[in-house]
């Protein structure tokens, strides 16, 4: 059975601390992973990663997959208070399977 | 663009109503669509995934006869919770996968609408 497991489920820090998020799978015929940022309504879409080892970047977002190891960072640099949200991650598999399945998602607070 | 709507946006009914959801993709064609339900603090749970012209793909453990979906078009998905009861209380979200031209295979991002909140009293 595929699985995505993100750790940790809840984190709280100060404003301008550095996060990691993280984020492993376990799915039959690996094709892509992407992250999400959920705030009060639906997931907003942040990254979508494929190959190893090829860092994504958007503003203090980063994000890097090693299909080796079977995981996922997303990376968030001098935090806001506006980063404030829930993370989530999602992996499809190749050919046919076109649903995501989801992680349990990252609880992130920033705290003033 | 890659604009998804969802309709409506909050919802009260009456246990043993039925309620119909609308999702829309603005401005793509929406070749596959996706329903999910998301209990407070919980992550997303897909309960069907809706190709246009055919028949929906249902999750294990989620009753078909209970959700309907229909995927008339290539903009516009519904979902029906049938004689809905308290603990269909929750929140539903749709998602939309851009399809490509010339029947191509789609692409695997997936964009979300603002999803429906309903309670079932």
């Known amino acids: 059975e595929d699985k995505v497991v993100q750790s940790p489920l809840s984190l709280v820090v100060h404003e301008g601390d550095t996060v990691t998020l993280n984020c492993s799978y376990e799915v039959t015929n690996f094709r892509s992973l992407l992250w999400y940022k959920q705030e009060k309504k639906a997931p907003t879409f942040l990254f979508m990663l494929?190959?190893?080892?090829i860092e994504k970047k958007s503003g203090r977002l980063s994000s890097i997959l090693d299909k080796k190891e079977l995981f996922s960072i997303l990376n968030i640099t001098a935090t806001q208070t506006g980063d404030s949200a829930i993370y989530l991650c999602a992996v499809r598999r190749s050919w046919g399977a076109q649903k995501l399945v989801f992680g349990q998602g990252t609880r992130l607070t920033i705290n003033p | 663009g890659a604009v998804v709507s969802q309709h409506p946006s909050r919802v009260i009914c009456k246990s043993g109503t039925s309620v119909k959801i609308e999702c829309r993709s603005l401005d793509f064609q929406a070749t596959t669509m996706f329903w999910y339900r998301q209990f407070p603090k919980q992550s997303l749970m897909l309960m069907a995934t809706s190709n246009e012209g055919s028949k929906a793909t249902y999750e294990q453990g989620v009753e078909k006869d209970k959700f309907l979906i229909n995927h008339a078009s290539l903009t516009l998905s519904t979902l029906t919770v049938t004689s809905a009861h308290p603990e269909d209380s929750s929140f539903y979200i749709c998602?939309?996968?851009?399809?490509?031209?010339?029947?191509?295979?789609?692409?695997?991002?997936?964009?979300f609408g603002p999803g429906t909140r309903l309670t079932v009293l």
């Open positions: 998602s939309a996968r851009q399809g490509l031209a010339g029947g191509r295979s789609s692409t695997d991002t997936q964009y």
């Open positions: 494929t190959s190893s080892g």
